[in-house]
Each structure stands twice: as structure tokens, then as C-alpha cells.
């Protein structure tokens, strides 16, 4: 069997692995099987079996993706899709050692999640003619994903059942497969309770079962789908730069923490396993503290001092 044609066996037994155990969103896995059909066909110019793959051949791949002037987060992304790639060889006993241990990954500058004022997020939030069926569904969206702070791949999840109304809760599968429960303010509530009593019903086919959100044939709506609305309604409320339905989701951290909300509360409610993943948002929450202290003083009639010696 052929180098292509064994990594393509490999691959396609990884990415059912991705959805089946670990749960993960077809945009997710798609996103997988884009970052490694690149080594795919690196391993057919070298002529290379997937498990001959050692560190210098990862080097060699490494600077191709170099030469090709990849962004270094591009970059590594690539290396941790293989990465775990490798570490899926090992766990099925392709391979007796996980032969990328040890490669070094591109530096990156540190970025600072996008984060929607308060105005931009209402200017958002209330973009969605909810005269018809589909913009009660999409107001309903896009005030659950800031209330709650919901991943994309959560919210299509989402069950009728999964609603508890009078608890403010919202019961969602998070990332590998991990159940959690997200809490929903008055404003989002009052949103899914007009679509699910005035719009859904308009939506529902026969095969539509106990799903939330449904498109107009009735079907459940994809991941795909809610980022474009999200992106629509952002060029419609004339918000400047990209914005996706994870901005809602770091709008929603940082405005909780702009708010006096503690990290920890903040990490559980955006469902991270490490609170050292949340800690990203004090820098955005920082900035914020410092323009309101420097906006006060200066309202006080507090002059800029000037530099001294010592």
C-alpha cells in the first residue's frame, strides 16, 4: 500500500476518533483534516510511510510551512493537529513512541481576544427583524451566545429539553463530550421563549425532533450557519473587523470580569478545564480598569504629572 494511501487510511480513522470519542464539531474536524491533508501530501513528495516520519522529517516539513510564509499561529496549528495525529498512532499501536515529543513550536505574539463595547453588543444583539420566524430565531442566538457565553458547537446542540426556565439554566455538551450547565439572564430567556412560542413553530418539519434551532427545512441549524448569521448581523449593525459568535463568547468573559465577577466563576461558566486559559481575559479586563481610572482623574481635574528625576 502506497504512502497516500495508507496516511489516508490513518487520517480518516482519526477524524472518526475526533467525532465519535473526543465529540468534537464537524467544522472542528473538517478543520483537522484540512491542517494534515498538507502533511498528507508532504509524506507523497518524500515518499514516506506515515509511522517513518521522524523528528528531522518533521523539521523538514516545518520549514516548507516557513518557506510558504504561513503565519506562525497557522504553523502551529498544522504541528499540533499533528501532534495529535502522532499521538493517536501511538494510542492505536501504529507506533511504539510519539515521534514529535521534543519539536519546538513558532513563537506567537500574544493576541487579546476581540471584545464588543457595551453599545456594539446591543447594536448586535438587536440587529434581527424579529417580525419574522427567522429573526426570532437568530435574536434568540445571538442573546444566548453573549448571556451565556456558549460556544457555537454548544448552542446547536441544544434540545428543547435542555431548558430549564425556571432555574435559568441551559444544559450543554461541551468540549470532549463533557456535559455542563450555562446559565441564561431574563433578556435571552425572554428571547427563546418568544421564538420557541411564535417562531420555531413556523420552522418545524415532521423529522425536526427536539432541536432548538432549526433552519427553514425544518432540519437542525450547523455551526456553519450560525457564523454567518452572526457575521451578517454584525455588517448590518455596522460593527468594523470580523466578529464571530466566539467574540460574543469573549465579550461575555470580559464584560463578567468588567463587572467584578471573579476568574473562577468566569472559567467555570465558560466551562475551561484550566483556569489558566481564562486568565487571558484579566488583560482585556486590565485595560478596561486602567482607561476608567485614568477617565476619572481626569474628570476630577487631575493635571498629567509631569516626569521628575530622582
Known amino acids: 500500500m502506497g504512502g497516500q494511501d495508507r496516511f489516508s487510511e490513518l487520517l480518516r480513522a482519526f477524524l472518526i476518533s475526533l467525532e465519535v470519542e473526543k465529540g468534537y464539531s464537524p467544522h472542528t474536524v473538517d478543520a483537522y483534516r484540512s491542517d494534515l491533508e498538507a502533511f498528507g501530501a508532504f509524506l507523497r513528495g518524500q515518499g514516506l ?13 516545518l520549514r516548507r510551512l516557513q518557506d510558504a510564509h504561513l503565519a506562525p499561529a497557522s504553523i502551529a496549528r498544522k504541528l499540533a493537529a499533528l501532534r495529535s495525529f502522532y499521538a493517536f498512532l501511538v494510542r492505536e499501536g501504529h507506533l511504539e513512541s510519539h515521534p514529535l515529543r521534543g519539536l519546538g513550536t ?15 453588543t446591543v447594536a448586535l444583539l438587536t440587529a434581527p427583524d424579529v ?19 456558549l460556544r457555537v458547537g454548544e ?74 448569521l452572526v457575521a451578517g448581523y454584525a455588517r448590518q449593525a455596522g460593527l468594523d473587523g470580523q466578529v ?8 461575555f468573559a470580559t464584560h463578567l470580569l468588567e463587572g467584578g465577577a471573579d476568574l473562577r466563576i468566569v472559567q467555570e461558566l465558560l466551562g475551561h478545564a484550566r483556569l489558566t486559559t481564562t486568565e487571558r481575559y484579566t488583560h482585556v479586563s486590565l485595560r478596561h480598569l486602567r482607561e476608567v481610572y485614568r477617565r476619572i482623574f481626569r474628570l476630577a481635574g487631575e493635571a498629567e504629572p509631569e516626569a521628575e528625576s530622582v
Open 106 to 120: 513558532p513563537k506567537q505574539p500574544r493576541r487579546l481576544p476581540r471584545c464588543l463595547s457595551i453599545d456594539e
Open 244 to 251: 464571530t459568535p466566539h467574540t460574543l463568547r469573549h465579550t
Open 155 to 228: 448552542l446547536v446542540r441544544i434540545d428543547l429539553d435542555d431548558i430549564d426556565w425556571g432555574r435559568h439554566e441551559v444544559r450543554v455538551l461541551g468540549k470532549g463530550g463533557r456535559m455542563r450547565i450555562a446559565l441564561a439572564g431574563i433578556p435571552a430567556l425572554r428571547a427563546l421563549r418568544a421564538y420557541v412560542r411564535f417562531g420555531r413553530p413556523q420552522l418545524v418539519r415532521p423529522h425536526s425532533g427536539r432541536a432548538l434551532f432549526l433552519n427553514r427545512f425544518g432540519e437542525r441549524l450547523t455551526d456553519r450557519s450560525v457564523r454567518a
Open 49 to 61: 510511510e506515515p509511522e517513518q516520519i521522524d523528528r528531522a522529517a518533521a523539521r523538514s516539513f
Open 131 to 149: 417580525r419574522t420566524p427567522q429573526g426570532l430565531r437568530d435574536r434568540a442566538i445571538l442573546e444566548l451566545l453573549y448571556a451565556s457565553g
